[in-house]
């Protein structure tokens, strides 16, 4: 009996207990979790704010604005004080491009092939050079044209210029056999009649010159509208056309054809713009001195000056541009680099 009872409870312990446990209640602990990774974040949130605080200039310090694209919201502003050189304090700090006021795209006045280009991007051309030729077949044709019919007329002219002098002197020969009674007076009238003839036909070939000659400007100026001039000097930054390509003055065939051969730009007229927030423009005025540095050397600056504020504000951006001239650039100034600016308030300035 004994025996079997301590098999019994051999048999119970290997038994597989399949009722079902109770549930531990594990919210509590899911609470208390997120109790503290928030109070954790609250305190790192704390201290990063005060020393941000703490790091922040006092409101005395000048403003510094940083220019933005169309298509940005308006510049930020930002406290900034700085000496610069000893030529004054900055007053206000501001981002901006280099642009040229002289800049041009270089089109025939019409539309043609082009057979020659002779210019490269960088190449350096004067006012008046010629940058390229279109074919001028047909109007070098027109031109030889006007040119034969001129050469005509001139010896048409001449014909009657000899024919005048003849008719003259034979009116003073039968005028003089008139009033010996050799001669009638109808023959005195014809031979007046026939030289006032030629006096009106003399005319006719005058003017006939004249138009002549006209027309062989007109074509003439055909023909050097086939040949594209540089308009002012400067340097040619961009190559639009080929030999063999079709250039136009507008826009044709579907945005296909050329509108222009190069594009030149004056370097002499390059200067700085930038866009000044509306609520620090009271710090500009003209003529006053800029220090300009260019972002690929900015430890390089300028000496500029303010030229104009331009009498209106973008109210997308809620900013003034304003117009700098750079005093002393040099060759590593080019157009559309980016610059910074600070205007700068010398001592007893208004």
């Keep these: 009996m004994t025996e079997r009872?301590?098999?019994?409870?051999?048999?119970?312990?290997?038994?597989?207990?399949?009722?079902?446990?109770?549930?531990?209640?594990?919210?509590?602990?899911?609470?208390?979790?997120?109790?503290?990774?928030?109070?954790?974040?609250?305190?790192?949130?704390?201290?990063?704010?005060?020393?941000?605080v703490a790091s922040q200039p006092t409101p005395a310090n000048t403003a510094s604005v940083s220019e933005t694209k169309p298509s940005t919201p308006a510049p930020l502003v930002t406290p900034a004080?700085?000496?610069?050189?000893?030529?004054?304090?900055?007053?206000?700090?501001a981002t901006g491009y280099v642009v040229a006021r002289r800049k041009a795209t270089v089109s025939a006045e019409v539309t043609g092939r082009v057979t020659e280009v002779f210019i490269e991007e960088g190449q350096t051309v004067a006012a008046g050079e010629l940058l390229a030729r279109l074919d001028d077949a047909a109007p070098r044709a027109q031109l030889d044209l006007a040119q034969a019919q001129l050469d005509a007329a001139v010896s048409s002219a001449k014909e009657i210029a000899l024919q005048h002098a003849q008719a003259e002197r034979d009116l003073v020969r039968t005028t003089r056999l008139a009033e010996r009674g050799?001669?009638?007076?109808?023959?005195?009238?014809?031979?007046?009649?026939?030289?006032?003839?030629?006096?009106?036909?003399?005319?006719?070939?005058?003017?006939?010159?004249?138009?002549?000659?006209?027309?062989?400007?007109?074509?003439?100026?055909?023909?050097?509208?086939?040949?594209?001039?540089?308009?002012?000097?400067?340097?040619?930054?961009a190559k639009a056309a080929q030999p063999g390509e079709i250039i136009s003055p507008i826009s044709a065939g579907g945005g296909f054809t050329r509108t222009g051969i190069c594009t030149i730009v004056d370097m002499s007229s390059l200067e700085v713009e930038v866009d000044v927030n509306e609520a620090y423009i009271n710090r500009v005025y003209s003529e006053q001195p800029v220090e300009v540095r260019l972002n690929a050397?900015?430890?390089?600056?300028?000496?500029?000056?303010?030229?104009?504020?331009?009498?209106?504000?973008?109210?997308?951006?809620?900013?003034v541009r304003v117009r700098i001239r750079l005093l002393g650039p040099d060759a590593r100034v080019l157009p559309d680099m980016g610059v910074r600016v600070a205007f700068l308030e010398t001592p007893g300035a208004a």
Excluded: C
């Design 81 to 93: 004080a700085d000496d610069v050189s000893g030529a004054g304090t900055s007053v206000l700090d």
């Design 182 to 237: 050799l001669a009638s007076p109808a023959a005195v009238e014809r031979d007046r009649l026939a030289l006032d003839a030629l006096v009106a036909r003399q005319d006719v070939a005058r003017q006939q010159v004249t138009v002549h000659e006209r027309g062989l400007a007109v074509q003439a100026r055909a023909l050097e509208e086939r040949e594209v001039r540089a308009p002012f000097a400067g340097v040619v930054v």
């Design 5 to 52: 009872s301590d098999t019994r409870a051999l048999l119970d312990e290997l038994r597989i207990d399949r009722r079902p446990r109770p549930r531990r209640h594990r919210m509590p602990v899911l609470v208390a979790l997120i109790v503290l990774v928030a109070i954790g974040a609250l305190a790192f949130w704390w201290r990063a704010d005060d020393g941000d």
């Design 297 to 319: 050397y900015p430890d390089a600056p300028y000496q500029a000056a303010v030229i104009a504020i331009i009498p209106s504000a973008d109210r997308n951006k809620a900013t």
